[in-house]
């Protein structure tokens, strides 16, 4: 077979749509431990800080903390949309229809 009949067998341009790569889903569930002192007049208490705060605390500010990876487990697409339904999520924020099918971008 010469060369230019191997590069006849080839498809060019529209002629063969390439399958769409179907994203990996995963859930990673972080633990975050802050060690702090309060004195007790103190009100601002860590429990009460969002995560910037909480990063700021253990990063720049007046508490010691460790973050660990707990879990990391691979999820099927249906188990995807459960989860972000848990989390009150819409699941088209990963592009997943409510029973975890794909749904295509207009």
Not at 67 to 72: G, L, M
Not at 87 to 101: A, C, I, P, R
Request: aromatic share 8%.
């Amino acid at each position: 077979m010469s060369k230019a009949d191997k590069n006849a067998e080839i498809p060019v341009g529209d002629e063969q749509e390439t399958p769409k790569e179907q994203p990996t889903y995963y859930r990673t569930v972080f633990k975050v431990e802050v060690l702090s002192e309060h004195w007790a007049d103190e009100k601002d208490w860590i429990s009460n800080y969002d995560l910037e705060q909480i990063n700021y605390a253990i990063t720049e500010g007046h508490c010691s903390g460790l973050v660990t990876v707990e879990s990391e487990l691979e999820v099927t697409p249906k188990q995807m949309a459960q989860l972000l339904k848990a989390q009150d999520s819409d699941t088209s924020f990963f592009m997943l229809d409510e029973q975890g099918n794909s749904i295509e971008e207009e």
